[in-house]
């Protein structure tokens, strides 16, 4: 065998084995990591074993173990082995998915994939698909789908007049991402298209209000983008209802459920998603609550005509090849990974249950984790888990409870027992929890409770 594959192999499994004992949090600092991987680069080059070899040293200390089961920063999941075996293999086959010429068993694994997700996840089998890097590209791709329909309604073929003396389009969101507003600012329609629609006071759009600005300006090309677990609180916006009336209006609805469309697979939670059926275009991701490796985002619209032509790539080249599927014409890229392979391996292993499975624990060890530092002193739940999220703070004897929550969550992840993220929410800083990993156990939320109580005693 290859020594390089073997060697990288098992220092692989080495490190997923080290994940419960050592630290979560990084070891050292920007300078000792730089120091640690800076080198000349050689004329001659090395050997490739001795390659591998430091570099697995070398970059040890400055990897934050996100993979870890108390990782609980962003939304980040994990990644099973079988997903990373899958995914090895998809290095190692090297395919190029842009078409099926060029890959014909990835072009064929990707039509399968996308079936099963839309059934997994409730979604029209008629809708077209997209693999894509993660969901930032799922909006995007998705959204130029939009664009294209909403335009075309008032006669302006965006593909070919472009952006400059179309009709203006709004965008009416409540709670959203960071990722819309950046794709539609590569889509050119501009965050000045954003208008943002009220809250209903426990969260989720309101739909009246949302009602009366459509009304507004009827005639106008419209998208309505909604939450389907946001990044915060994991708050599902009245998805059913939204959908019948902005369709009353012509309008366009997407969907961003980057983790929680996932909700959908799980008998028990998927009444969260009620009407996601509806839906014009959905974005999600797999390496997040599927817990396979990096870049892996879905994009889905239920016009496939509108998909196409924003995406359709001519090539004199192209090989016709009948009833397959040339990726290219669907998806942002021309080259690209063959990403679904890992995500066919995934869901073979987990099958439906093993989904529901992942996604179910995840949000029985949010409560409980939640519910277990609720009994610590000081600590103050802002957003107890709908999901998987939740927001805590830390109260200060003294008043200054933005410092409090800073320092006891940098004296957490200085521990290296655990590692959270902080935010601003409602002008408060607060802690974020998000838990998306299928190696977390309740011996893991017990060791991250000792590690506030330490913290919170210091
Ligand atoms: C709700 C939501 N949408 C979109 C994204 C962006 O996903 P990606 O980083 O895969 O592009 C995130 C990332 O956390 C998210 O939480």
């Not at 329909?149 to 179309?166: F, H, I, P, R, Y």
Request: hydrophobic share 45%; glycine share 6%.
């Amino acid at each position: 065998m290859n020594p390089e594959l073997e060697r990288a192999a098992s220092l692989a499994a080495q490190y997923l084995e080290t994940l419960d004992s050592g630290k979560v949090s990084q070891e050292l600092d920007a300078d000792t990591i730089r120091a640690s991987l800076q080198k000349d680069l050689t004329e001659e080059g090395l050997p490739p074993l001795q390659v591998i070899e430091e570099l697995a040293r070398d970059a040890r200390g400055g990897l934050l173990n996100t993979a870890s089961g108390r990782f609980f920063g962003w939304v980040i999941g994990g990644a099973t082995p079988v997903s990373i075996a899958a995914d090895w293999l998809t290095s190692t086959w090297d395919q190029n998915a842009a078409t099926y010429a060029c890959s014909p068993t990835t072009a064929i694994i990707e039509e399968i994939v996308a079936g099963w997700l839309k059934d997994l996840l409730g979604l029209p089998q008629h809708a077209s698909s997209a693999f894509v890097t993660g969901c930032q590209m799922a909006h995007v791709t998705a959204l130029a789908a939009a664009r294209h329909q909403v335009l075309a309604d008032q006669g302006w073929l965006v593909e070919e007049q472009g952006m400059a003396g179309s009709p203006p389009i709004r965008v009416l969101v409540a709670e959203h991402h960071e990722t819309l507003l950046r794709a539609l600012r590569y889509l050119g329609i501009g965050t000045n298209a954003v208008t943002r629609i009220a809250e209903q006071p426990d969260g989720g759009i309101d739909v009246a209000a949302l009602e009366k600005e459509l009304k507004k300006t009827p005639d106008m090309p419209t998208i309505v983008s909604l939450a389907a677990g946001d990044l915060n609180r994991g708050i599902f916006d009245p998805i059913d209802s939204v959908c019948d009336i902005a369709h009353a209006h012509n309008a366009w609805v997407h969907i961003d459920g980057a983790f929680g469309l996932w909700a959908a697979a799980s008998e028990r939670l998927r009444h969260l998603t009620r009407g996601i059926e509806k839906a014009d275009s959905w974005a999600t991701d797999a390496h997040k609550w599927l817990n396979v490796p990096y870049d892996n985002g879905i994009a889905f619209v239920a016009h496939p005509d509108a998909h196409r032509i924003a995406m359709s790539i001519p090539a004199p080249y192209k090989v016709e090849v009948k009833n397959v599927r040339d990726q290219f014409d669907w998806s942002p890229e021309w080259s690209r990974r063959a990403r679904a392979i890992p995500l066919y391996a995934a869901l073979r292993a987990l099958g439906r249950r093993g989904v529901a499975g992942i996604v179910e624990r995840c949000c029985e060890l949010t409560r409980e984790l939640v519910s277990q530092l609720e009994t610590l002193p000081g600590v103050e739940v802002l957003s107890a888990p709908i999901i998987n999220q939740a927001l805590v703070r830390f109260l200060d004897p003294d008043g200054d409870h933005d410092a409090r929550t800073d320092e006891i969550i940098q004296r957490v992840n200085q521990g290296g027992e655990a590692w959270f993220g902080a935010t601003r929410w409602h002008d408060m800083r607060v802690m974020r929890i998000s838990l998306s990993n299928h190696r977390t156990t309740s011996e893991d939320i017990d060791r991250v409770v000792e590690a506030f109580q330490a913290a919170l005693r210091a």
